[in-house]
């Protein structure tokens, strides 16, 4: 028989005769026409449909509003995101803006600090060739070589510029 037939037979759609021949795996071949055919014991098949169990519909009201509160939740939600987002911006702000003044002030520092040591330096190199002088005038002094004959007040009286020349740069080197 068809699968017309079967489901004339059985009190079954089309679709749910083929599928029962499918799922029993019954024997199923093509007529001349091109139909196919089943072979199937309708005292053997012993088949009840199964009453149909329809979904009841549910009003429109009510899922449009689950829908409404939905989008107001999904909106309260996103709406704290946002306000919690621009408290963060706002916070790291703040945070840049406190690491910029520190950043600032060590810059300013950092400059005052190589412009004391340009300035040490300078004192420095300065302090070194008078002190190399110094060490030529005392070597002059030991030795007793006095340019054009010195007598001993002129030794003494160098002697005495040397040491007023040392404490002079003595305090020159403690500014």
């Known amino acids: 028989m068809t699968y017309a037939d079967l489901s004339a ?6 679709e749910a005769a083929r599928a029962l021949a499918r799922r ?5 071949s093509r007529s ?4 196919a055919l089943v072979s199937v014991d309708l005292a053997e098949l012993r088949y009840t449909p199964r009453p149909r169990i329809g979904r009841k519909a549910a009003p429109i009201a009510a899922p449009m509003a689950e829908i409404e509160a939905f989008k107001v939740e999904a909106f ?5 995101k946002i306000e919690a987002f621009k408290a963060e911006i706002a916070r790291l702000e ?3 803006a406190g690491a910029r003044l520190v950043f600032e002030r060590e ?3 950092a400059d005052r600090l190589a412009v004391e040591l340009l300035q ?7 302090a070194n060739a008078w002190a190399a002088r110094l060490e030529d005038e005392v070597a002059d002094l030991r030795t007793g070589r006095q340019a054009g004959g010195a007598t001993a007040g002129q030794a003494a ?3 005495g510029h040397l040491a007023a020349a040392i404490v002079g740069a003595d305090r020159a080197a403690r500014r």
């Open 9 to 14: 037979r059985l009190n079954i759609s089309r």
């Open 24 to 28: 029993r795996r019954l024997p199923r």
């Open 32 to 35: 001349e026409d091109g139909k």
């Open 76 to 80: 309260k939600i996103e709406a704290f």
């Open 94 to 96: 703040a945070l840049a």
């Open 107 to 109: 810059r300013e520092r």
């Open 120 to 126: 040490a330096a300078a004192e420095t190199a300065a």
């Open 157 to 159: 009286r160098r002697l």
